[in-house]
């Protein structure tokens, strides 16, 4: 076995998990539907991926829905369990893509399960209300008790929405709020701004701009598709704002071997920051924010320092600019810690930082002097779901309980550790192992290898997803232990050797 060099300690790993993700002992679970059996032992497969069922499915899938490029397989999720994903066809996959990162316990997990079927939590379920104006009886509490103890230092309050991209949607338009209050400096709205905005004119929409990096993906719908740079795929053909884009550190891994080089293109990076921003201000044309994520996720998990943020914190401050870090994939406690950001060591902490995903509601934290000067203008119908509440209640409870931020730490390493090894043994296929926790990402070398290095893992039991032009990205859920980590590594072992 490849990885038996790395995990000599797999029993002790595996003794503390508790028994609904293994065979050796179920906990009760007479009140809950059988979907909340235990985890599985192994992958198995009974046809390719996808198989005869699935395809069938999409055909018929096609009739109603002809966007269907992007559909892999079609899911049992009552038959899915904990790390594992079982498709249409019966075929048991480790899984490493976990609903694109969104699966913080997996699936099935007994207290989602639980929180969801309990009968008080049923009528918030039931009457999905209108956030912004008719606020359900207990919900202040729950933002209390729930959502700020998980809240970036220095970030006093937080707004609720409905997705990643309509996160950052929001919160950029909440700067720009911010900014154009901030310029205006206290004097009152005049009678040309209210027109001129009713006709998309200067002074009522004035000349802003909002800086992004190169690489970056903050969501799809047209405001946030200004600021994408990651895939032609997403923007080809919907107009864009000029809008400046810096460009993003490329660095050299392993990262403590290329100190040196790695601080020289950070600097880089920061000085055309600089430049961008006076460059546009020169013109006109402010920037009024910037929105950076901690790793560049859909880019091809392009990582920069601590160093690097610092002095983005920095140039914001020095420029008067509000600076946003986008953790809708990277928050929930994959790297490690609740949001990568907490890693940072900022004196001055991030203006907002956005989620989603893994923490089941979307939204953003903020700073008090974001805050909107009137009602209306942050606002949608549902502003966010009581339900997902609900969701994330219980999976940092599960969090808390069963240690899961040190168990990503340890599962991180040995994935890690295993990845080197790999590319190491198989350099014509493997680079560029990196990672912070268990997000973590491998390069191949080109996008037909990595393509098909993804369609032969799911023929082996493990299903993973692809970023950037090249990257296998790695995003299971936070109960993967070390025992699956060496399932994970032993399928790509057998993958590279087959291409010798």
């Known amino acids: 076995m490849f ?82 994903v079982v498709d249409v066809d019966g075929n048991r996959m480790l899984d490493l893509f976990t609903q694109i990162s969104s699966l913080p316990l997996g699936y099935n997990h007994p207290a ?15 009457n999905r209300p209108a956030l912004g104006v008719h606020l359900p009886n207990g919900y202040t509490e729950k933002l209390e008790e729930i959502m700020m103890p998980i809240a970036p230092k220095g970030l006093d309050y937080v707004q609720t929405m409905m997705c990643g991209s309509c996160s950052n949607e929001n919160a950029v338009k909440q700067v720009f709020l911010w900014y154009r209050r901030t310029k205006r400096g206290g004097a009152e709205v005049t009678q040309e701004e209210m027109d001129t905005c009713m006709v998309n004119e200067a002074p009522g929409s004035p000349q802003y701009t909002f800086m ?17 740079h990651s895939k032609m795929i997403h923007k080809l053909d919907v107009p864009a704002m000029d809008w400046p884009m810096a460009p993003f550190p490329s660095l050299k891994y392993p990262l403590d071997m290329h100190t040196a080089e790695n601080r020289a293109e950070e600097d880089r990076c920061l000085a055309e920051v600089q430049r961008l921003i006076d460059e546009y201000g020169e013109k ?20 920069a320092t601590p160093y690097f943020f610092q002095g983005l914190r920095n140039i914001c401050t020095q420029n008067g600019v509000g600076m946003i ?56 119908t549902w ?16 969090i808390t309980q069963e240690n899961l931020l040190e168990n990503v730490k340890v599962t991180g390493k040995v994935i890690l550790d295993g990845l080197n090894e790999l590319q190491d043994a198989y350099p014509h296929v493997f680079s560029k192992a990196r990672g912070n926790g268990t997000f973590i990402a491998l390069d191949c070398v080109d996008n037909q290898k990595a393509t098909l290095i993804s369609s032969l893992l799911k023929n082996e039991g493990v299903n993973l997803g692809l970023c950037g032009s090249r990257t296998l990205r790695f995003r299971p859920a936070l109960i993967f232990k070390p025992f699956h980590a060496e399932i994970l590594l032993d399928a790509l072992d057998k993958v590279a050797k087959d291409m010798n």
């Not at 690489?215 to 994408?228: A, D, E, I, N, Q």
């Not at 991030?350 to 934290?365: E, I, N, Q, R, W």
């Open 112 to 126: 989602i399960l639980e929180a969801m079927q309990d009968p008080s939590n049923l009528v918030t379920i039931a």
């Open 284 to 303: 006109g044309r402010d920037v009024a924010g910037m929105i950076v994520e901690p790793i560049q996720a859909e880019g091809g998990d392009n990582h």
């Open 325 to 380: 870090v986008d953790e809708v994939q990277t928050g929930g406690g994959c790297t490690g810690t609740i949001f990568a950001c907490d890693q940072w060591g900022l004196d001055n902490p991030p203006d907002l930082v956005t989620f989603s995903k893994k923490l089941a509601m979307a939204g953003y934290f903020y700073k008090k002097e974001f805050t909107p000067d009137m009602g209306y203008r942050v606002f949608n």
């Open 212 to 228: 992004s990096f190169n690489g970056s993906f903050h969501g799809r719908t047209v405001g946030c598709l200004s600021l994408t």
């Open 3 to 84: 990885t038996s060099k790395i995990l000599k300690n797999t029993a002790n790993h595996f003794k503390n998990v508790p028994a609904y993700l293994h065979n050796t002992g179920p906990r009760s679970l007479t009140a809950l539907p059988k979907l909340m059996g235990q985890e599985y032992d192994a992958p198995s497969m009974k046809t390719n991926c996808p198989g005869p069922k699935s395809k069938e499915l999409l055909t018929r899938y096609e009739k109603t829905n002809r966007n269907i490029g992007h559909v892999q397989f079609f899911v049992d999720l009552e038959a899915s369990r904990g790390n594992y």
């Open 383 to 398: 502003m966010g779901e009581p339900s997902k509440m609900i969701l994330l209640e219980a999976i940092l409870k599960t």
